[in-house]
């Protein structure tokens, strides 16, 4: 199979061809990603069926109408397995971040094998000393001829331990708060470059994240993207708050899913569990959460489809809720399950170790709940 799809006129077939491929490979591969094994194969699927390419038609162009289409693919692929839907939405990320900025010559290059899945790409903002603080960043790009000499280092950067290349953020020449930036699309087999192994984390497993350190690493003047560097990456982190958002959907999906079956078979007391109204309410919670995390997801990607990066308050909102309700109902889910949800073999456990991870990464629950805030007052000055 070439990976090249008629999403238009066969959207139906498309999206019933993504719900088997959950059903029967990713579901079962979720069960047993504890391993941390990191899945090449599912990413060639993901190519295959086409995945990888929905943001692009066939002469590469944006296809940002897609946005629709590319939640309800991505709720579908998070609800089956987590860590496979962080890989997708990295790679949708960095594919539409060459597209839109960089140099023709490098977007040539890494392109089309990250859309067939023979490379990975890789964003890089986050430093051990800078988290939410982005701009308190070390990370500095010296001026050097028409290239730039890199310095710093990375945390938490998926795909680092075997990326082809990152999207790196430095600041130009210093490392002020107020210095000028830069995104750098850097080769990862440079001279100066060097990774970490996987840093072993309790969410997603098998996803590979890691560290990237830069001394003296030399890049050429095409790296830059075409775009004041934090600007152009704040249009990429939107396009991966709208995916946490969809990702949270899913979560929630598999969280009454899960629960569901649970409540329908397990008896206590003569009675399906599913008789008893405290598991009725929490059910009810969660399926009304999720309409709603999906309406606002629904909503911020249609602002991303008008293509000029998204509206942010909204996109903020969407992502709060959706991964704040899927935090809050994979605990609720857990509780359902009594002890098996507990138990490392149960699905809801590393559903609620998955959705903490989406609290924290693309902007914390803290600060989007902040920038919303202040939105709302600034509104009514
Ligand atoms: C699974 C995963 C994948 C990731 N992938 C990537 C990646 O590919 N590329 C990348 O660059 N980064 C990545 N990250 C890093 C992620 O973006 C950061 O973890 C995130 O930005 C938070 O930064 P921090 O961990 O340093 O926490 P900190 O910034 O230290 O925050 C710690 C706590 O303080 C709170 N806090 C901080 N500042 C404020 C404030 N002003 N007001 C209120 N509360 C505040 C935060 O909300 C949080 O609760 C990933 C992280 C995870 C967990």
New binding site residues.
Partial sequence: MTGRRDFETDEAAYLTDVAKFCDTVLLPRGDRSDTGEFFPDIITQFAELGLLELMFDEQRNLRLDRMRLIHETTELVAAAFPASV?ALG?LRLQGYLLKRYAQPHIAERYLEPLLRGEIYG?????EPDS???VRSGTTVATRDGDGWILNGH?K???FAPVAAFNVVLAKVDHAGRDADTVALVVDLGSEGVTRSEVLD?M??RGMP?GELRFSDARVPAGAALKVAGFAGMMEGINLARIDAASYGCGFLRAAIRESAVRANTRVAFGKPLGDLQTIQLKIGRMATDYEAARLLALAAGDSFALGHGGDPILLSKAKLFSTDAAMRHAVEAVQIFGALGVHNDSRVQRLFRDSK?GQ????????HT?MIGRAALKAHR
């Fill in positions: 962080v990295a890789s964003f890089g903002v986050t988290g939410t603080d990375k938490w950067i998926g984390l969410s997603f994240l991870a924290i990464f693309d902007g914390t629950s803290e600060i902040l």
